[in-house]
Structures are given as C-alpha cells and as structure tokens.
C-alpha cells in the first residue's frame, strides 16, 4: 500500500524557519511539495529527483526553501526559511513518475501538514 505521511507543520512568526518531512512506503521517481492556502488552487513548490536529484522551485520560494532527499530512509525534506505570511497554507508531499511542479502530473499524495506564518 502506498503512502505517504507529512510532518513538521506548526506556527511560525514571519522571518522564522520549519521543517517539513514526508515519509514515503516506496520509492518514487520524483517526489514534489505542494500547497493551498485557503480559496486558492493548489500549486507546486519544490520537486526533487529521488535518484538524479533534479530540483525544481516555484519562483517566490527560490532561496529559501531547499528539498532534499534520504533514500536511505525514503524521506524528503522541505526545509523553509525566511517565511513570509503568504507562506501560510496547507502543505503536501506528493509523488510520481514526471518531473513537474503541476499537482495533476502526481498520483499519490499525503494528507497535509498545515504551516501558518504570523506577522
């Protein structure tokens, strides 16, 4: 059965720093961060090659959060830093086979971790 759980979601003040984690029961070829923020679509944040290590990041979040990857535990980490307010949303961790940042290319998701960044 395929899974995938998130952690590390919580309450920041803007500036701050937080750690997302997804675990995964396989292994994918590419494994993606996505978000919503309330009465938004969901949009792609990071995705990283599980064996090339290919990286990809939506523009607002270039140079302040880094994905990486540990395959020996078949874990992907979203590391975010400087969080801004709009940060706040539910994230997700999802996985498949193409790399891209559009959430209709993944076909396994976890069930959100929520992350709010106050002023």
């Known amino acids: 059965q395929v899974q995938l759980v998130e952690s590390g979601g919580g309450l920041v003040q803007a500036g701050g720093s937080l750690r997302l984690s997804c675990s995964l029961s396989?292994?994918?070829?590419?494994v993606g961060w996505f978000r919503q923020a309330p009465g938004k679509e969901r949009e792609g944040v990071a995705y990283i090659g599980v064996v090339n290590t290919e990286t990809r990041y939506k523009d607002s979040v270039k140079g302040r959060f880094t994905i990486s990857r540990e395959n020996r535990r078949e874990m992907v980490y979203l590391q975010m830093d400087s969080l801004q307010p709009e940060d706040t949303a539910v994230y997700y961790c999802?996985?498949?086979?193409?790399?891209?940042?559009?959430?209709?290319?993944?076909?396994?998701w976890g069930q959100g971790t929520q992350v709010t960044v106050t002023q």
């Open positions: 396989l292994r994918f070829r590419v």
């Open positions: 999802a996985a498949g086979p193409t790399f891209s940042l559009d959430p209709d290319a993944y076909q396994y």
